[in-house]
């Protein structure tokens, strides 16, 4: 979905409003939606936060959508099968170089899940998608850690207007 109006309020509430109620209806919207790229033997894994931020929410709405889509598909999900090395502070108001730039090399797959990610193909998960930079830099990680392929999903999308 866009994230505005209506989708923007769903993707905050699930954010910062605690209602973790509402994974499991988008990740049945998302699974829907990512049909045509599912395929057998796929690893589900999250986009994660770093320790701090997660120590500060409680919870990472990352996890739980791909928890709930991996469910929903009958895939492999596998929760930290990424790690954020870094805080990369919020992404909000930098410009779309200045984000690519934040998240160079923030992202790694731990040594006790690279057998698990090596030829793969992997499904990342996260809430939202602006300007690319976070599954960018996290496809990368994946990629350095033998993944086969990384598709990509998200509950919502950032759209320029027209």
Same mark, same amino acid.
């Given at each position: 979905?866009? /994230? $505005?109006?209506?989708? =923007?309020?769903?993707?905050?509430? *699930?954010?910062?409003?605690? %209602? ?37 929410? %409680? /919870?990472?709405? +990352? ?17 930290? !099968?990424?790690?954020? %090395? ?6 909000? !108001?930098?410009?779309? #170089? ?5 998240? %160079? ?6 040594? =006790?899940? =690279? $057998?698990?990610?090596?030829? =793969?193909?992997?499904? *990342?998960? #996260? ?14 990680? *994946?990629?350095?850690? !033998?993944? +086969?392929?990384?598709?990509? *999903? ?9």
């Amino acid at each position: 979905m866009l /994230y $505005k109006d209506n989708g =923007r309020r769903i993707v905050l509430a *699930l954010k910062h409003g605690d %209602r973790l109620d509402l994974a499991r209806p988008a990740a049945f919207w998302m699974q829907k939606a990512a049909r045509p790229m599912l395929k057998p033997n796929m690893l589900v894994i999250p986009v994660p936060l770093h320790w701090f931020r997660l120590f500060r929410r %409680r /919870y990472n709405q +990352a996890a739980l959508l791909s928890s709930a889509v991996a469910k929903l598909t009958s895939l492999e999900s596998c929760p930290d !099968g990424l790690i954020r %090395r870094r805080s990369t502070g919020s992404q909000e !108001g930098r410009n779309r #170089d200045a984000r690519f730039a934040n998240l %160079r090399d923030a992202f790694t797959v731990p040594e =006790r899940h =690279r $057998k698990l990610v090596d030829q =793969r193909e992997v499904l *990342l998960v #996260d809430d939202v998608m602006t300007s690319g930079a976070t599954f960018a830099a996290a496809t990368e990680a *994946l990629f350095a850690a !033998g993944a +086969a392929s990384v598709s990509v *999903l998200s509950l919502a999308r950032v759209a320029k207007d027209a």
